[in-house]
């Protein structure tokens, strides 16, 4: 029995990173199951470049490829949006395969006639413009942040009997830097949308689920940002007019749960890679 998909016409998923320990693989590809899109677009940091290392790549991780691929497959218009994890598809800007583009930023006319400017957001990064470095020994250490804070959990719920607790967002939440570095990220991003008169700006990057207005002297506009598959397990979707933030909750974590023992045990990474070589090939002939 087939279950009834959620229709969105544009959902906007940034900051996955596949290929690390934090990625949240099964949780997305538990929202991904339940949603029919008309548009995808795919704001940077899906694949952690930086970061990918052969010893750790799996299934769930392929399975999240394996159905992106198979919505290009079927025609849904998917835009790939470059993020600093990603930079490397930068070379390959402007390529269009059948329903996927692959580009910096992308500007989408809605039905109600507004524009949405829509980017990853890494070049407001001073640390990324003149400390590549630095920005890639920062990362590592949020890997490892994340592994820990997976530990903690794992004592949280399973022994303390308590919820889950994000290491990183109360890090984050109590450094003035890097409060002021978000709001001044907001800021600037609006101030270019504004400036550029679009009425809505949409970014990734900083792993921080937005939607609010911005006002300056020049005008206003709706400033949002998608979060991430790392902490927050966020996406931004757009139906009959409305943007809404996505996140996932306890009862989709249940659902899912349910949903896993009913499903076959996970394929190797080699069987899943052949089965959706044998789908994308089943849709162009």
Known sequence: MKKKKRKVEVVVISDIHLGTYGCHAKELLHYLKSIKPGIVVLNGDIVDVWQFSKTYWPGSHMKVVKHLLKWIGNGTKTYYVTGNHDEMLRRFVGMKMGALSIVNKVVLNLDD????????????????????????????????????????????????????????????QSVKSAVAFINNFEQTSAEI???????YVICGHIHHPEIKTITTEAGSITYMNSGDWVENLSSLEYTDGEWSIYQFSKFDNEKMKMESKEEEKDMDNAKIFNNMLLEFNLHHQ
């Open 193 to 199: 949308g504004i400036q550029n008169k679009y009425d």
């Open 113 to 172: 006639g507004k524009k949405a400017w829509i980017f990853h957001g890494d070049v407001f990064d001073v640390t990324m413009q003149y400390s590549r470095w630095l920005a890639k020994l920062g990362s590592k250490g949020y890997d490892i942040l994340i592994l820990i804070n997976r530990f903690v959990n794992f004592i949280s719920q399973k022994i303390l009997k308590r919820g889950k607790l994000s290491l990183s967002k109360k890090i984050k």
